[in-house]
C-alpha cells in the first residue's frame, strides 16, 4: 500500500526578468508503507524541492500529493522532515534533552517533567544516554546529528524525510550512522524517505532507488535494490549486488546526469 504519492507534480519557481524556472516535471511516485527508499540525483536537479512538497512544506504548481490517501495541504501529522543542516535546526540555546522535548512539550495535557522523560527514551534509543544535559555545540557534528534523529522520532512519525542527513559528518561517522538509522527504521516500522547524492548510502540502505533526471527533473527510473534484510548498512558493501548496482547507478549519474536510457 502506498503512504505517499506523488501523481503529476510540476513546481516552478519565479525567476527575476525572465521566464519561470522549472525545477520539477509532472513526477510521479509511489512511497510504500514501511519502505526505505532515497531518492538519488544531481545537485541542483530538484531533491530537496520534491521532498520540501511531499513534507508539506512548499506548494506543488501543479500536481496531486497524498499521505496516507488524504491531499497534502500543509505538513501531514504521519511525517517528520530532517534537514540538511541540522547544525541550524538544533536550538542552541537548549539542552540536548529540551531540544528533543521540544518536538513533543506542546501536545495537549503533556507536562514539561514527561516531555523531558520522552526526550531521554529518545535520545537513549541513539546512542545518546547521558548527554541530556549538554548543548548542541559541545557535541560533535554526529552527534548532534544524532540529536535532531531523537527529536524527529519523538514525534512518533510514521514517514521520516530525510534531505541529505549524513552529507556533512565524515566517512566513518557516516558509515555509523548509517547502521543506526536501519536499526531505527527496522524496530520501528518507519516508512523513510532520504534525499541523497551518494549513490553507495543510497544502495546500503535501500529497498528501492529512485533516480531523478537532471531539471526539470522527473523519475528516470526506480530500482529495487534486492538486498537483504536486516542489513548490515557496512557489510552489504561486498555483496555481488551492491557493487552491481553501484555501477548501475554511477553509469547512469555520470553518463547520462540521470537521464532515461
Ligand atoms: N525558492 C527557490 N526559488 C527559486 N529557485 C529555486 C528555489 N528553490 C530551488 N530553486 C531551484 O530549483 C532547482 C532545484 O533545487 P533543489 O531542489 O534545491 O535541488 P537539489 O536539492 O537537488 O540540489 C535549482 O535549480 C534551484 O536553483
Ligand atoms: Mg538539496
Redesign the pocket.
Known amino acids: 500500500m502506498a503512504i505517499l504519492e506523488l501523481e503529476a507534480v510540476e513546481k516552478s ?1 519565479p525567476a527575476r526578468g525572465g521566464p519561470p ?1 522549472l ?1 520539477m516535471d509532472r513526477l510521479s511516485l509511489s512511497v510504500r508503507d514501511g519502505e526505505f527508499l532515497s531518492i538519488l ?1 544531481p ?7 520534491l521532498l520540501q512538497i511531499a513534507a508539506g512544506l512548499m506548494a506543488p504548481s501543479a500536481g496531486q500529493v497524498r499521505v496516507a490517501g488524504r491531499p497534502v495541504t500543509g505538513p501531514p501529522p504521519e511525517a517528520v522532515y530532517v534537514f540538511q543542516q541540522y547544525g541550524r535546526s538544533l536550538l542552541p540555546w537548549r539542552s540536548v534533552r529540551d531540544n528533543v522535548a521540544f518536538a513533543v512539550e506542546h501536545r495537549p495535557g503533556m507536562s514539561r517533567g514527561r516531555a523531558r522523560e520522552a526526550a531521554d527514551v529518545q535520545l537513549a534509543s541513539v546512542g545518546l544516554t547521558g548527554f541530556g544535559d549538554h548543548f548542541p555545540w559541545q557535541l560533535s557534528g554526529g552527534m548532534q546529528q544524532r540529536v535532531a534523529l531523537a527529536r524527529a522520532l519523538a514525534a512518533e512519525p510514521k514517514i521520516l524525510l530525510m534531505d541529505e542527513p549524513f552529507s556533512a559528518v565524515d566517512a566513518l561517522t557516516r558509515l555509523d550512522l548509517h547502521r543506526l538509522m536501519l536499526e531505527l527504521w527496522e524496530k520501528r516500522g518507519l516508512t523513510v524517505v532520504l534525499v541523497t547524492h551518494d549513490v553507495e548510502e543510497a544502495v546500503a540502505l535501500s529497498d528501492r532507488v529512485a533516480l531523478l533526471t537532471k ?1 526539470p527533473s522527473t523519475i528516470a527510473r526506480v530500482v529495487e535494490t534486492g538486498l537483504p534484510r536486516p542489513r548490515d548498512a557496512v557489510e552489504v558493501r561486498e555483496t555481488a549486488r551492491f557493487l552491481e548496482l553501484r555501477h548501475e547507478l554511477l553509469d547512469a549519474l555520470l553518463t547520462r546526469g540521470g537521464h532515461a536510457a
Not at 545537485?43 to 524541492?49: A, L
Open positions: 519557481f524556472t525545477a540525483g545537485s541542483g536537479c530538484g531533491k530537496s524541492t531539471r
